[in-house]
Nanobody, 126 residues
């Protein structure tokens, strides 16, 4: 049975940092492109970053470019999201997702994802 579990969320002040982790079981992430999504209260879920299975292709949403950094450790079956210079508008539940995809480019489209975690809440105070 496939499980994708996020951790690392919490409450931090604006300007602070958090590192999210996503550990997968029941699948080997080196066969998947991986992505991070977030959903703020009252808003639709949005894709914020993705990384191809080799790590050779990475994409960031404009609003997080230069502040968030995605990485993966295939040996640990783990995906990371380093979030720096956090802003109140980054407050959301953050989700990890796996995309079997093509493995060349990565996607931040929800429709392309095959497996999802249940999310971890990130709250940024002003």
């Amino acid at each position: 049975q496939v499980q994708v579990v996020e951790s690392g969320g919490g409450l931090v002040q604006a300007g602070g940092s958090l590192r999210l982790s996503c550990i997968a079981s029941g699948l080997t992430i080196d066969e998947y492109d991986m992505a991070w999504f977030r959903q703020a209260p009252g808003k639709e879920r949005e894709g914020i970053s993705c990384i191809s299975r080799s790590g050779g292709a990475i994409h960031y949403r404009d609003s997080v470019k230069g502040r968030f950094y995605i990485s993966r450790d295939n040996a640990k079956n783990t995906l990371y999201l380093q979030m720096n210079s956090l802003k109140p508008e980054d407050t959301a539940t953050y989700y990890c997702a796996a995309d079997r995809g093509m493995g060349i480019f990565c996607s931040v489209s929800s429709a392309d994802m095959d497996y999802w975690g249940k999310g971890t809440l990130v709250t940024i105070s002003s």
